[in-house]
């Protein structure tokens, strides 16, 4: 059972990720959460650069942390200039992190082209750099950039610049597949030459461009690398980095490597989650391990499986990453899926009421209902079988309104008339659309009486045109997803009135929500 | 250079994922696409269980399909009773598909606690189902369920199933690692076992809960597997697929095997979006190869470096999968369509009007807009570009009001107000819903001056959300399919409103009718 070391770098490569944007202030709760599950080494920005990394190392010097190491980004030297004088390294040495991390050409291409010096001088770059670190007491990692790329074309010379980091005092050398390009053979055949080549221990960064950043990871761990560098989520620039989430669950669960703390990675769901939010990024329903989706089982035969025998369908137990089995009700779906539904709130054991619920299920989607996307009108569907729903408010009235002229935008406003315990609520909201307008409005109505409704936001909004051969006369199906601080739920409305359906789903996301605070639908003991 | 069979299975097992649902017509116009790629297999839907894919397997009869062979998906007899009496078999008999995909049980612990009979009666059921279906003159493809767990617990009784079904005379044996648990070495022993086991030649079926499914795939096609089973972007039940689209990528860029036909994989982007499109789906920006972010370039270094030399940060030429880099050109997806539509009208050699529509396209794909699925606003905004657009009407107001009590469905009404050949044309409709009414309502207003719009009807109405982030205040996409007796098109329209998204679909759905019965759009002589 060795150890191997996580690296994360979402704050520095997964920064880089299109639409991916930390605050200061959110760099430094994931830091605070990576440590708490025991991440070995946090890559927190640039040295150089901009403000808000400089200010991260300055803040993370004042934080407690009980294991991790911070290690701050930057290049080799410049060329032709003395490593004293260089202002990348100087930004790292004042970063005052315990480990700096210097990353370095490795491809002759990039030496001759981009960088456009000689050979010599790249080696000399890479030696003088991680030289005068390790001389300013810092513990230094090598990044080599296009290491495998490198290897490829001109294994001699990729080889002499990693030799040349070792040799100058690197702690560590990681190997970076930097444009994603490399097969898990080639992985595996530039790995071992590493291997043979240098003192320094290996690490492996790869990204996602090939579609098998995680299988890479794996395959250079079984060649001897020690450290796994990635982003929470696989986020980073183009198709992401290696996603540390599967990364670690594959090692850990699968390898019977050790990782993080003992325990930790039944927080990787937990984790997963807590950076998407302050990403502000959407959660990935079907991410392997900890997306939402990703126990889910739709087709009969299998739901009729996963009940006998939990591990016929699951190649783990989702709790062992702290997600959780959902069983999704639809067409495919048949009676097994709805028992088990039912099972978390031990409804299974009345006969009568569990045949209520799968009647009214199917009457509801032969009206073109479909509960599979919408788990939290099917938690309300079962309580008003059962008769314990009492609704929250009463609609009195809506009325919608879109108008425009020959060449405006169209002007949209929308009133609501509601009895909100025992009030008459009346009010007039505009919006970007209708739904936006009526939403806004029954919000506004609502909020004098439940303030709770103040952190509740729409996250998505879905619409199908469910029989489609009558055109604009069909039926519509609105999905709407929304959030509060703690949890994601689907509701959803059918009705040939495309502003009905989404009052439908608009209503139950409501009463979803304020059954949710009162601590309903909570797994029964 | 040996060529892999590739099939897909996006409308069965595709289908099984989570959100997704394909209308028939949706189902034969994927079809359509993968046989013009030239997809060696298209497993088209179960047998048995619902209505949808029984009208599938009648209606892809009819189709002229070139290359791609179809299949169905079924299951292997129920226990003690004869294949010829099982309604399963039957079903797959019925199909009248000329291949037949039969599923069956490999895994000891599945046969003894889901299906409850001996390994006796289990390697019989396999081996009646496929001698039945051979003997009905159908080419049988086995699809070995569970063969990687089974193989891993029981690997002799696992080799004994899929012995049976290539004795009882199956084609091919696909090992399926369905719940997607297996790492890349599990996979290559168990394959290299399979191939020494059985004269079938073997396929691969991967799932991607462990996030290796296409390294897993790959690595199956290097133990000696000849034919890949996915989806189309690797959509499926729980965490998907192996994604086809990378499988392909890889296979035919990276590792030199033939697959498809010749130059197919430039259209890799162009089916992803398509079938996102059809699924009702949002595509993926970071998604391997085909994501509209998988050759964009953030980093200021990399950016840099790209100009001075493109191979430096991509691992591909983006265009040879038919994708773009980012900061260079828009997300422009389509380059190739619009060159090809421009070529029907001979307007390719005018390089100044060329030029104009390209800008035009990108501003609007930028505003949200996509012509994939809208060819006849495409056909639209080349006359407006070229100048040669006259309004057939001009719009001087509408008006939308949907309004309810607390009970009844609500009322809908529109009123529109139209300059039509000097005429001012002021009608009011009700509806069904908003677009319903106003598209009445245009109807009305329009049919005495054309009445040749007697005969159009609108066949189908998509509503996407663009950007969610912002819930019911994100932009909208709306598509609507229309036609008449001659001739089906798609318009489409985006706005942040709802209604005004769909007036503008609706107008230029009026507008190429009237243009099209005028002899536009034929194809320049």
Redesign the interface.
Known sequence: MSRIQIYDTTLRDGS???GVNFSLQDKLMITAKLDELGFDLIEGGFAQANQKDAEYFQHVQDMDLKHAQITAFG?TRKKEIAAEDDLGLIALRDAKTPVCTVVGKTWD??VT??LRVDEAENLAMIRDSVAYLVAEGRRVIYDAEHYFDGYRHNPEFALKTIQAASEAGAELVCLCD????????GIAAAVKAAKGAIKAPLGIHCH?????A???T??AI?EGAVQVQGTINGIG????NA?LV?AI??LVL??NYQALHEGSVEHLTELSRYVYELA?M?FR?????V?S???????G??V??VN??A??????TPEVVGNNRKI?VS??SGRSNIVAKTTKYNLNQDAELMKAILARVEELEYAGY?F??AEASFDLLIKKVAKTYEPKF?????????????AH??Q?EATVKLKVNGNTEHVVAE??????AL?NALRKALIPAYPALETL?????????IN??G????K?RV??ESKDNKEVWSTIGV??????A?WLALVDSVEYKLYKDDGEFEPAK
């Not at 989706?293 to 087709?299: E, R, V």
């Not at 591990?311 to 783990?316: K, V």
């Not at 055109?471 to 069909?474: D, F, K, N, R, V």
């Open positions: 880089q990720g299109e290049m291409l990039h082209e981009i930097t444009n994603g390009g490399t097969l898990p053979e996602n461009d090939s579609d098998v995680v299988a890479n794996i395959r079984d620039e183009r198709c992401g996603d599967s669950a594959n699968k390898k502000n959407n329903s079907n991410q392997a391990f997306g989706s990703a126990f889910a089982h739709k087709g035969m299998h009729h499986a006998r025998l591990s016929s369908y699951e190649h783990i999704l067409e495919l479909q599979e996307a009463a609609r009195l009235h809506y009325r919608v309104n879109v108008e425009t002229d020959s935008d169209p949209t919006g970007d659309g209708p739904v936006n939403d936001q729409l996250v998505d909004y879905k619409v199908r045109v489609s051969t055109g604009t006369a069909a519509v999905v709407i009705s040939e009135n495309i502003i009905e989404s």
